[in-house]
T-cell receptor, first 112, second 114 residues
Framework: DQQVKQNSPSLSVQEGRISILNCDYT??????FLWYKKYPAEGPTFLIS?????DKNEDGRFTVFLNKSAKHLSLHIVPSQPGDSAVYFC???????????FGGGTRLMVKP | GAGVSQSPSNKVTEKGKDVELRCDPI?????LYWYRQSLGQGLEFLIY????????KSGLPSDRFSAERTGGSVSTLTIQRTQQEDSAVYLC????????????FGAGTRLSVL
């Protein structure tokens, strides 16, 4: 029973355009949602997060939107750059923060 | 070092052998986590250490898996009698405190069981 799902295994966009990565969750007890980026042979690196009390958080080219009623969040990258090509993982934690529950990841390819 | 360090980076073993994977967390981080990523899958939680508290072992897939954390710092994940389905990348993460979920990951150990 996957509590965090990323239904698109891959996404291809043109450089300069917007990339939208989606994530759905089922557990209403999650308090924080995080996006991690992973390059091959490296560990995941933190990108951006959002608290469940907010519906938007922005950091430079990256914006995360949270729709609690739909149990859905999305990561927007604009403008997309070739260096953004990586696997993006959505993750969620409860208020204890003991562990992260990850989605299966979405491979983003940004074409020059 | 400044980041989470894991060793070895790659490990090839024969089915039935025991393996030990090591994690050096970021200095001062009280929380340490082990995850694994099987091919084409997301990260799966294995075990969590917080300070001197008893570890949360709820994610360990079988009793062949165990982990310890000595002196509140270095951690070792041990897999006994390895099976082919244990092949995965094992990732360690640490965080300064629990709460918001921000964790810092090492590069992982790629385990291949032949």
């Amino acid at each position: 029973d996957q509590q965090v799902k990323q239904n698109s295994p891959s996404l291809s966009v043109q450089e300069g355009r917007i990339s939208i990565l989606n994530c759905d969750y089922t557990n209403s007890m999650f308090d924080y949602f995080l996006w991690y980026k992973k390059y091959p042979a490296e560990g995941p690196t933190f990108l951006i997060s959002i608290s469940s009390i907010k519906d938007k958080n922005e950091d430079g080219r990256f914006t995360v939107f949270l729709n609690k009623s739909a149990k859905h969040l999305s990561l927007h990258i604009v403008p997309s750059q070739p260096g953004d090509s990586a696997v993006y993982f959505c993750a969620a934690s409860n208020n204890a923060g003991n562990m992260l529950t990850f989605g299966g990841g979405t491979r983003l390819m940004v074409k020059p | 070092g400044a980041g989470v360090s894991q060793s070895p980076s790659n490990k090839v073993t024969e089915k039935g052998k025991d393996v030990e994977l090591r994690c050096d967390p970021i200095s001062g981080h009280t929380a340490l986590y082990w995850y694994r990523q099987s091919l084409g899958q997301g990260l799966e939680f294995l075990i969590y250490f917080q300070g001197n508290s008893a570890p949360d072992k709820s994610g360990l897939p079988s009793d062949r898996f165990s982990a310890e954390r000595t002196g509140g710092s270095v951690s070792t994940l041990t897999i006994q009698r390895t099976q082919q389905e244990d092949s995965a990348v094992y990732l360690c993460a640490s965080s300064p405190t629990t709460g918001e979920g921000l964790q810092y990951f090492g590069a992982g150990t790629r385990l291949s069981v032949l």
